[in-house]
C-alpha cells in the first residue's frame, strides 16, 4: 500500500489554505459576529458561492453535475484540513446537511436537475430531516406519517433537531408509508419544498455549540405531489442509513484537524507558559497529556485515511466506519479537555476559541448516530463474520 498523498490533492490543499487564509478569515474578523447568537446566513452563502467557484464545495459530487468528482480519499483529506482552522465560516466550504447530498442521487434525473443541481451551484441549501422528540437512535420507531391520496402524499408530523431547518429551501423528509413494515420497506423519503403548505418550522433550538441552526419542522396536512417521493417508495430507511454512513467518515476526518489544531495550540501555549520558573512544557504532567494525545491522533488518521482508501477500492466499509467515527470523535473531545487543562484558565476564557471549540466537539459524539450506536454497529458487524 502506498501511504503518499497523489500531489493533485498537495495541489487542492494548498489552496484551499489559501481560500481559507486570504479570504474566509479576513472576512470573518471582517464581520465582527458572536458565533454563539448565530452565524450570518448572508455570509455563509458568500462563503458557499466563494467555494463553488473555486471547486470545493460539492467537490465530492459527481462532475456532471457540476461537482468536482472526488474521490473518498481526497474528500477526507480536504475535511480534515478545513477542520485545522477554528472558524465558524469555514464550515461553509464544503457543507454539512444543508450541502450538496449524494442521497439525491437516488432521485429521478429531473429531480436531480431541480432540486440537488442548485444545492452543488451553491445557489440553495437542504436539510436531512430524520429525527423525532421519539425516534432518535432508534430511528425506525418515527411517528411521521405519509398517506397516499390520489397524486399526492399527505405528511403529518414532527421532525426535530434538524439543522438548516430554518433557512433550507427544501427538505429531505421522512415519513411511514406502511406501519407493518417500517425499516423492512415501510418508510419513504419525500422532498418537500419551503412554502409548500402544511409545513412550518416549529421553535429554534439552541445547542451547547451556540448558533441558531437547529429547529423543529412541523408537518400537517402537508400535501406533496407523487414525483416528489425520492427514490422507490418503502426504500427510504436504507437511503438514510446510507446517506449517515458517508457522512460519517467526514466527520471523523474533521475530528481528526481538529485534534491536531487543539495539539499544535497545547504545545505552543505549554512551550511559552512559564511557572515556578520554568514553561509548563518541562513537565512530564503536561508532556504525557501532549504525548497521548499525539498518539492517539496518529491512530485516527490512519483509521480515517486506510478506510477512505479501500473504500475508493470499493470495499464496503460499514465497521470501519463506525469504528473511525467513534474513535475520532471520542478523541477530539479527549483532545479539546487537554487543551483547556493545558491552557489553564485562559483555556476556560472566551478571549481564546479553546471554550468554544471544546463546547462544538461535544455533538460530535451525537450527530450521525451517538458513539453508543456507533459500538452496536461495530459489535454486530462482528457478530455476523
Ligand atoms: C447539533 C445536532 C444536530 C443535529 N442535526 C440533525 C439533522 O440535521 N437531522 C436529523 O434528522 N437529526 C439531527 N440531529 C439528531 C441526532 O441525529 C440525534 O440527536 C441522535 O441520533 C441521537 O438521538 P436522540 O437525541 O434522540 O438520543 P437517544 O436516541 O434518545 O439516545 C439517548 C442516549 O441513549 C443511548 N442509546 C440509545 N439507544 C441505545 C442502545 N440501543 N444501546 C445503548 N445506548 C443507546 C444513546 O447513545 C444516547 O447516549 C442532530 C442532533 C444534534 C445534537
Redesign the pocket.
Known sequence: MDFTIPEEIEILRRSLRKFIEKEVLPMEEKADFDPDEGVPQELLKKVRIRSHDLGFWGIDMPEQYGGGGLNTMGTVIMREEVSKYFSSLTQSIFG??EGPSKILLAGTEAQIQKYLVPVVKGEQSC?????EPN?????ASIETSAVRDGDEWVINGL???????PYADYAIVFAVTDREKRARGGITCFIVEKGTPGLSTGKIQR?M?GGD??CELIFEDCRVPHENVLGEVGMGFIAAMTFLGGGRLNIAAGAVGMTEKLLKASVEYAKQRVQFGKPIATRQAIQWMLADIATELYAARNMVYHTAWRIDQGEMMVKEIAMSKLYATELVNRAADVAVQVHGGMGYMKELPIERVYRGVR?LR????????QR?IIARSLLQE
Open positions: 454539512g446537511p436539510c436531512f430531516a430524520l429525527t425516534a432518535g437512535s432508534d430511528a421532525k426535530h433537531f434538524i439543522t438548516n431547518g445547542t455549540g441552526s437547529q455533538a451525537i450527530v450521525e448516530g451517538t458513539s453508543e450506536i452496536f
